[in-house]
């Protein structure tokens, strides 16, 4: 008691606290948090954020590709500050709100496929992702869910069942929501095959998986759903061949499953088209969205067919802040914006230079033995490097870690960048409306980071 009587006599008389701030928080956030940076982030403005000793980045992680605007982008700020002068919650299952009607008013017209009409706002992708499986089961009164390996979907708790990236995302915590199976993603590692292996065997090797997975282990009159991720997202920036998911699609129309298409980090214009599963020309019978939607301000989407959810029990569906009216106006105002601003036409132009960039120092001759892939769509990229333990070269001449080191080196340099996947990859996640010139800083802060790596062995 004397203990919280002395915190509440220091927070009310405003005192410092009695450590450094940096220290104190740390001692005090739960450990299971990683970052990649050890610095407290104060500000942030477009394609740049700053840190508490001054110092400014550039941003190439848009917070796993949340702020696709750049950060405090003035327009979607302001939606969303006139929305909390005028109601800030209205909880979903007691009145609708405008905003939330809004979004949905702008979404309809960019959607895949004329079909999705049904929308329900949440707040993460992990709770749209479980939600989307809530959905299937109830739509075809099965239990089944096959997913893919290397897939990312969350990390509560049926989320974590469908992930299957990187074992510590559920490591300690089984058993797991049961009924969920996985196939090899049309990726050459999944199939251990050399990074030159054509996508259209990749593709027939995954199919002929999940064909064997439906005579094997789950019936097609046990299967709910299939979901897949159009880019393969945590598990290394990988999109998926078009004949890949009409693959899919085939099966699930001719067993009656659904497809589950998570466009959570890939959609909203990520990939250079405002959903990265319309080159396929795939239908999907639910869709994810989120991250790059509200632009910072948490809000998720499940969107469907009305033919479907109208079967939905009233009340089935629900959360307290599902989506929330600051975050709704949020999304209304990025859609507004990247419509207004030519958004699209600037990722493309953007990927254009990035990968020009990239596969230079792919066919570099120093360069070369040591990055295997340059991949991706749009502004969602993966570059991967050669390793001693995954190369066919074993005389030990390709750098370790080259992934972590070479992102270090980069946030060294004033860029943050990330790893995904357990192989050694890094992911370019720049805002959508990143500019010329900090496309070409960022090139060359990644271009003499790989250098310096691969000099220092």
Not at 230 to 242: I, K, N, R, S, T
Not at 257 to 270: C, K, N, P, T, Y
Request: with cysteine; glycine share 10%.
């Amino acid at each position: 008691m004397q203990h919280m009587q002395n915190n509440l006599r220091r927070l009310t008389t405003n005192s410092e606290p009695p450590e450094d701030l940096h220290d104190f928080g740390v001692k005090h956030v739960t450990k299971g948090l990683g970052r990649i940076t050890q610095g407290i982030m104060t500000k942030g403005e477009g394609s740049y954020v700053v840190y508490d000793d001054g110092k400014r980045y550039l941003d190439f992680t848009t917070g796993i590709g949340v702020t696709g605007l750049g950060h405090a982008h003035p327009i979607v700020s302001k939606a969303a500050a006139d929305q909390c002068m005028q109601l800030v919650h209205s909880q979903c299952s007691i009145a609708l709100h405008e905003p939330y009607l809004r979004l949905i008013e702008r979404l309809l017209p960019i959607m895949p496929d004329p079909s999705l009409d049904s929308f329900f706002f949440w707040n993460s992708g992990s709770e749209a992702v479980e939600a989307s499986i809530k959905m299937a089961r109830l739509f075809t009164k099965r239990q089944n869910i096959i997913c893919m390996q290397g897939a990312y979907h969350g990390r509560t708790f049926g989320a974590m069942a469908v992930t299957k990236s990187k074992t510590i995302y559920s490591a300690g915590s089984h058993p797991l929501m049961p009924g969920v199976f996985s196939i090899p993603f049309p990726y050459w590692h999944q199939s251990s095959l050399p990074p030159s292996t054509p996508t259209p065997t990749l593709s027939s090797l995954s199919l002929a998986q999940l064909d064997l997975l439906l005579s094997q282990q789950t019936a097609p009159s046990d299967t709910a759903a299939i979901l897949v991720e159009p880019v393969l997202g945590e598990g290394g920036y990988v999109p998926a061949p078009p004949e890949f998911l009409q693959g899919l699609r085939e099966r699930c129309d001719k067993h009656g499953m659904m497809l589950i298409v998570d466009e959570v980090q890939s959609g909203v214009g990520r990939t250079g088209a405002w959903w990265a599963v319309g080159e396929s020309g795939v239908r999907p019978d639910i869709m994810v969205i989120a991250k790059g939607l509200g632009n910072g301000f948490p809000i998720s989407g499940v969107v469907s067919r009305r033919e479907l959810t109208d079967k939905l029990v009233p009340g089935s569906m629900g959360g307290t802040y599902a989506g929330n009216a600051v975050s709704c106006a949020a999304a209304v105002a990025v859609n507004k914006v990247m419509c207004e601003e030519n958004t699209l036409e600037n990722v493309n132009t953007r990927s254009h230079e990035l990968f020009s960039s990239l596969n230079a120092l792919k066919y570099d001759p120093l360069l070369k033995p040591h990055i295997l892939d340059v991949r991706g769509r749009g502004l969602m990229v993966g570059v991967e490097f050669a390793s001693p333990s995954s190369s066919d070269d074993k005389s030990g001449r390709h750098p370790k870690n080259m992934a972590a080191r070479v992102a270090k080196k980069c946030i060294e340099k004033g860029m943050l960048l990330l790893t995904t996947s357990v192989y050694e990859v890094v992911r370019f996640i720049p805002p959508l409306n990143v500019s010329k010139e900090d496309m070409k800083k960022g090139c060359a802060i990644f271009a003499e980071s790989v250098r310096e790596v691969v000099k220092e062995g």
